[in-house]
């Protein structure tokens, strides 16, 4: 069926395919105008490093494009092959965390550049999306995210997580260590204790003064009177397949592509 999920592969590259605007660099072009618009800096860059390696590993997301022409999804091959790349140009988009948070506040702040004032977003779309935010997300990882931190949230392979608090403010942070659902490790601890220090999550109301716990994270509550661990299936270590280089961020001081350049083709 058609994947509802922009968040996973297949929905995003059902987007990408479905615009109406010809070759790769224009699809891309349209994509990066409107996130250089939610942006701080209004202007923001693809790292071609990282855009080759993307391109030259996707195996997998080649084959999901596929499937997508296959049950008509995307109408034709040239919407494929162009959608695809110009996915992998907005994969490969640089950001830094402010650039990342002044995003989140946009849709913290219904639709509205938090600097500028101008509506960028339709506040139907921004509830729509921060709904999907909420649910899907942080990938493998979003029931213990709603459990710990319980706000709309995105994460990326790079190590970014991006927070939204609803009529409160955006969120970023970045720390490319990753746990076994591809989500930042130190990140989503930050957010975890952003959360309970300043009683943001949406649900358990009471989760400042001793939040839920899963398995995934340490508890909230634990948090206040105890020192951080980081749960030893989530820990780095020479064998663990979920320590990434970012090449990017390497010759980018400060920012970091969507995806990591080592990519994987078990993505």
């Known amino acids: 069926g058609k994947p509802f999920n922009p968040y996973i592969n297949s929905g995003a590259i059902a ?3 479905l615009l109406p605007f010809g070759e790769t660099t224009t699809r891309f072009e349209t994509i990066r105008e409107f996130m250089s618009s939610l942006s701080y800096s209004g202007d923001l860059t693809m790292c071609n490093d990282t855009y080759q390696s993307e391109s030259s590993t996707a195996d997998q997301n080649r084959l999901i494009g596929k ?4 049950n008509n999804i995307l109408s034709t091959s040239f919407d494929v092959e162009h959608g695809l790349e110009a996915y992998f140009m907005a ?12 995003m989140a506040g946009v849709l913290a702040n219904h639709g509205k550049h938090p600097m500028r004032a101008d509506i960028i977003i339709s506040s139907d779309v921004v509830d729509e999306v921060n709904a999907v935010m909420m649910t899907c997300g942080m990938y493998n990882g979003a029931g ?9 949230a995105k994460s990326g ?3 970014g997580i991006m927070a939204v608090v609803p009529n409160v403010c955006g969120l970023a942070v970045y720390s490319p260590r990753l746990n076994r659902h591809y989500n930042s490790v130190r990140g989503m601890l930050v ?6 220090r300043l009683g943001l999550h949406l ?3 009471s989760a400042g003064t001793g939040g839920g716990k899963s398995k995934e994270n340490v508890g909230p509550h634990e948090h206040s009177k105890s020192k951080k661990t980081v749960p030893k299936s989530d820990r780095i270590d020479g064998s663990n397949r979920s320590w990434f280089s970012n090449e990017a961020s390497k010759k980018e001081s400060g ?4 995806r990591s350049s080592q990519s994987f083709e078990s993505l």
Request: with cysteine; aromatic share 2%.
């Open 67 to 70: 499937v997508l022409l296959e």
């Open 191 to 196: 957010c975890s204790e952003l959360s309970v």
């Open 157 to 159: 392979v790079s190590g």
């Open 144 to 152: 213990n995210w709603m459990i710990d931190v319980g706000i709309p």
């Open 15 to 17: 987007c990408v395919g």
């Open 203 to 205: 649900i358990n109301k």
């Open 91 to 102: 994969c490969s988009t640089l950001v830094s965390a402010v650039e990342c948070a002044t």
């Open 255 to 258: 920012k970091c592509a969507m």
